[in-house]
């Protein structure tokens, strides 16, 4: 693995801190065993959004916009 610096100049500190950024990184993706599904971020999960039950049409639905109920 070869990493360039192309704009900067880091510290030795910070130029280990980002390597060991980098091989935590590889690490952790080299460790998932070919065709195992993806790790989803649960801010992209769409389960997340369809935990919440969206308002239903109504004549007092405008005050249960913003509101969590």
């Known amino acids: 693995m070869t990493i360039k ?22 690490a952790a993706a080299a460790a998932i065993p070919p065709g195992a599904p993806a790790a989803r971020d649960s801010w992209s999960d769409p389960a997340r959004i369809a935990a919440h039950h969206l308002p239903q049409p109504g004549p007092v639905s405008w005050g249960r916009t913003f509101w969590p109920g």
């Open 5 to 26: 610096v192309v704009r900067g100049n880091p510290t030795p500190e910070e130029l280990a801190a980002a390597l060991a950024v980098v091989r935590a990184r590889a």
